[in-house]
């Protein structure tokens, strides 16, 4: 009987298309991979950006704080009447240090990584198609860092008041603030007072320290000049409730700082404020670390974790409470 001979199989031909299909998958994976790539390379670039940024935002008071720190004078005296020549201070070498991270902030953000990094972060445009990116176990999801746009000087006058004064108030001089404070302080009210230094200086005028204290919150040093008919505000320093610091220094924590920076801005805007008023401020601040920011409705910033340090006086809303990056 004859063999029918048989012919070898064919081979399977993968489907039309298939093979492009896969390689265009393959490109697409490795496309997103050098995106992601990019955007953690250009994230961190803004992240150390930013960070320098912030420090150099304190450089000026860093730089009196860290000169006057090494001074011990008899008596306190108003910011106005010293002298930097005559009390011996060199701010050159600080002062130095300061302008030359100035410079290097500066190097920095005219670097083309920085630039390229700041138009992507600037511009609305789609980053592409949605990245599937798988995590390992052990990955931990890193915060997403928000860049809060910043806050122009006449914005922040435009909305930041002081409480109105009292025209029927008794004027308070350097003569009248001690039965002022005992009378004060024996009605148990908010902050506790207590005169800190007093000198007379050599022209018409002599300044006081009063210190206030909101218990477990902070205490505040204020610089009161003697007009003649009226003590009114010179300087501010809030400091943390245990801390121990020269009058005319700084805190360490930030959230004192910005306080006091702005309230130096309510005062310089105000113009003369009183002692009564400058009560009336730190009554409210009683309240800093509950109360929740009128903007984000949060206690504490996402951006910077600070409390709402900056508050404000309106006839209609009362008291408003914000975050210094809302």
Known sequence: MATVPTSPPKPQLAAPGLADSTAASQAQDTAGDDLVASLESQTMVLETLLSRVQKLKDAPLRVLATSLSQLKPDGVTALSAL????????LSTHASNAFAELRAVETQLRDDKVQAALSLAKSHAPLGRPLKRK??????????????PARSEQAAAERDELPPEDPSRVRVTTTSLPAFIQAHNKAGATPKLHIWAAKASKGSTSSVV?????????????????????????AVSVFGPREKKPVYSQSDFAVFRKMSQHIVRLVRQAGEVSLQRTII???????????????????????DHIPAVEISFSPGNGRVFRHTTC
């Not at 995590?135 to 809060?148: C, F, G, K, M, Q």
């Not at 601040?285 to 903007?295: D, L, N, R, V, W």
């Open 83 to 90: 002298s930097l020549q005559t009390l011996g201070v060199d």
């Open 135 to 148: 995590r390992s176990a052990n990955e931990v999801a890193s915060t997403p860092i928000r860049l809060a």
């Open 210 to 234: 009063v210190r206030m204290s909101v218990a477990d919150v902070l205490v505040a040093f204020v610089t009161f000049e003697d007009t003649g008919t009226e003590l009114v505000v010179e």
């Open 281 to 303: 401020l730190f009554q409210a601040y009683s309240e800093i670390f509950e109360a929740h920011c009128t903007s984000c409705k949060r206690v504490v910033s996402e951006t």
